[in-house]
């Protein structure tokens, strides 16, 4: 009757790949397509300056409330290793993400402009919508990655969610799910040390989050999460692995949220300035800039074309959106989509309405 | 005396029974340094230590599970939402355990909890922002569901359910929450759950409403009398469960009329209930059909569109006439 350590199959790992100075480690380079990686690089930098174009919408009053995403557009890294049948479950903070699985710009705008209308995500690719309530959506991944399997199919579900996430119920039976059921999900936890104003310590005792996947028996890795090289390596050895009948994989990727929470929030409150400091000094953006110059797969010149190009596309996005709202948002919308069929009784209060806004309408003239 | 918001005169309720009594813990998502999303707990934490203002791991069923045990050992924990929409997460165990354990126990257990939490449209949100979903909570046998309308009522009834034996989902309409100011006595002041309020007399017609609508409604009853001449009652419930049909039975005996105003959707909504009393109690009296302006049985749109969505002041006047000239 002996009291042994009973052996486990994974230990938590950190994988960094390339440093702060733009410096990578050989061994660990991954090899990515010279193209892939510029491709990489302008939708960072397009991300960033989408996401620093919204705050000044919103500051403006003319978008609602949003979640920023800067700092945290290493992101790309990992939906760049999914092909279109793939399955993506982002939360709120996948803006980068989304864009490059199909999400025009415009609909980004549309939805913080409290348009139904820019919930809509692309017809030719499998990307669920954002999901607000924190967590809840990893286990839609698990369904998702289900029906794969079941199908005999090689597609897999990439779940997107917060440090913060790992708290919910949801979360753990997520995981628990998919390991039992050995599906194709790969969870993807954007570990940005706060959930509003909750540090990372106070939202778990855990030494990594990373290390929640050995209770469900799955790897777990915790990876650099301002590192593109690095979140791409991690993501290419879970989805393969996925793909490949081997289960499911949980990384945890450590980054940070440079900004407000949501724009409804003051981060003075909570945190201080000096730690957001260090976390711009490992900007995602400059050190991947920095890695492409030296390899020579950027210029001086070509950086200044991508500012200008990404610029540009906003632009333009901007005019597109502007031009989607310049006539008031139709009411009666709000009955499309609640049902495939409207029942009689919803038949009549549309009918209701549009009476309302007729006699309004009627007086107004 | 102070004019306060409503948050304020939340933060009153809460600092005043925290200060007179131990057992009452605050916890939830953000509710100590950060004071609370919409700042209702603003400086709680200051005052009482972090062992009484609690901030939690973000995990809804997680705070009301632990509200419960809370409750059963003796304390008595207020415990905040960030939005209502996200109470869904702990509905279990407030149907399952919180509404329960007194019936459960054969009353050996008890649980004198809390349950706050933001509710309503009209403040330009997110989805899942805006709902009002009282009734999950209302149909629950078990548990009462408050719903104040003011700063002064808001704090009166959050003193009285910190105090109540058993559960109380405390709704408080965000919409409300900084639009007006209101004196707020300094001085302790409770209102009995379960009971309604007259908030306007009149002969004509009543109008049954509660938490953010009633603005509209109050609105409505200022301009029927204006331009109709017409003396509109109003009935402000506060609370929706228990619900307090004796006021407004009589009332509508008075008047004959009834128009009832939620923001919440119509079907089974807690008009439906409204209705149904007036029906069994008063039906005799009534001299047209009884209207009821609500949300439509739609998700509510995202910003652009709810104000369409929800009653407003026209549609509770175009209501009150076609009743009145039935
Ligand atoms: C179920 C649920 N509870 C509460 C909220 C309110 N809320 C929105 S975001 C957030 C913090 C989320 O933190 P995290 O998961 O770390 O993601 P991050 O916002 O940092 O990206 C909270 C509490 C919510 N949206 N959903």
Not at chain 1, 282 to 288: C, M, Y
Not at chain 2, 200 to 206: P, S
Not at chain 2, 276 to 289: G, I, M, N, Q, T
Request: proline content about 6%; aromatic content about 8%.
């Amino acid at each position: 009757m002996p009291r042994k350590e009973i052996e486990l199959p994974y230990r938590v790992e950190h994988l960094s790949i390339l440093n702060e100075n733009g410096e990578v480690d050989k061994s660990l380079e991954p090899d990515i397509p010279e193209s892939l990686l510029v491709k990489l690089y302008r939708a960072m930098v397009l991300s960033r300056k989408f996401d620093e174009r919204m705050l000044i919408l919103q500051r403006q009053g003319r978008i609602g409330t949003f979640a920023p995403i800067k700092g945290q557009e290493a992101q790309v890294g990992a939906v760049a290793l999914l092909e279109p049948g793939d399955w993506l479950v982002p939360s709120f903070r996948e803006m980068p993400a989304e864009v490059w699985r199909g999400k025009k710009l415009e609909n980004v705008l549309l939805l913080y402009a409290g348009y139904n209308e820019g919930g809509r995500t692309p017809d030719d690719l499998n990307n669920l919508p954002v999901s607000i309530p924190v967590g809840t959506q990893t286990l839609h991944a698990v369904g998702l990655a289900y029906g794969i399997k079941y199908r005999k199919g090689k597609n897999v579900a990439m779940a997107f969610f917060g440090d913060g996430a790992t708290s919910e119920g949801d979360f753990h039976e997520a995981l628990n799910f998919a390991s039992v059921f050995q599906v194709p999900a790969v969870f993807i936890c954007q570990n940005n040390h706060w959930a509003i104003s909750l540090p990372r310590a106070r939202q778990s005792h855990s030494k990594t989050l990373a290390q929640k996947a050995l209770a469900y028996d799955m790897p777990g890795l915790q990876v650099d999460g301002n590192d593109v090289l690095a979140v791409y390596a991690a993501a290419k050895e879970a989805v393969d692995r996925a793909r490949a009948g081997g289960g499911p994989s949980f990384i945890e990727s450590v980054t940070y949220r440079l900004s407000m929470h949501t724009t409804a929030d003051d981060p003075k409150k909570y945190r201080r300035e000096e730690e957001v400091e260090q976390w711009v000094r490992r900007d995602p953006i400059i050190r991947f800039e920095k890695y492409l110059l030296g390899r020579g797969l950027l210029s001086e010149e070509s950086v200044a074309g991508i500012a200008d190009e990404v610029q540009a596309e906003i632009k333009e996005a901007e005019e597109r959106w502007t031009r989607m709202t310049e006539k008031p948002a139709d009411p009666m919308e709000m009955f499309d989509h609640a049902y495939e069929e409207l029942p009689p009784y919803l038949l009549e209060q549309k009918e209701q309405l549009r009476r309302e806004l007729d006699a309004k309408q009627t007086e107004a003239n | 005396m102070a004019k306060m918001t409503m948050v304020q005169a939340i933060n009153l309720a809460l600092t005043q029974e925290m200060e007179k009594d131990d057992s009452v813990v605050v916890l939830g998502e953000d509710v100590g340094v950060d004071g609370g999303v919409f700042r209702v707990t603003d400086g709680l934490i200051g005052k009482f230590g972090p062992e009484r203002v609690i901030d939690t791991p973000l995990a809804e069923s997680g705070i009301a599970g632990i509200s419960i045990g809370m409750a059963v050992y003796g304390l008595k924990p207020v415990c905040e939402m960030q939005f209502s929409g996200f109470d869904y997460l702990a509905f279990h165990q407030l149907e399952s355990h919180a509404a329960r354990l007194r019936w459960r126990s054969q009353g050996r257990f008890r649980v004198p909890m809390v349950m706050r939490a933001p509710y309503g449209g009209g403040v330009r949100a997110l989805e899942h922002h805006s709902e009002s979903r009282e009734a999950y909570w209302a149909h629950t046998p078990g548990l009462k569901m408050v719903i104040p309308s003011s700063p002064r009522n808001a704090r009166a009834l959050l003193v009285s359910a910190i105090r109540d034996p058993d559960p109380v989902v405390f709704y408080e309409p965000k919409a409300v929450y900084r639009a007006f100011r209101e004196e707020v006595p300094e001085a302790e002041e409770t209102i009995p759950i379960g009971r309604s309020q007259l908030v306007r007399e009149g002969r004509d017609v009543t109008l049954i409403s509660y938490g953010a609508t009633m603005h509209p409604v109050l609105e409505a009853a200022s301009l029927l009398k204006e331009r109709d001449g017409v003396e509109a009652e109003v009935v402000d419930l506060l609370t929706v469960s228990p619900l307090d049909d004796s006021l407004f039975t009589q009332s509508v005996k008075k008047t004959g009329r009834a128009v009832l105003v939620h923001e919440a959707p119509r079907s089974f909504g807690p008009g439906a209930e409204i209705v149904a009393r007036l029906v069994e109690k008063s039906f005799l009296y009534l001299e047209a059909p009884i209207a009821r302006v609500t949300g439509f049985d739609v998700i509510i749109p995202l910003y652009q569109r709810e104000r369409e969505y929800m009653p407003g002041t026209e549609r509770i006047l175009r209501a009150a006439r076609e009743t009145l000239s039935f």
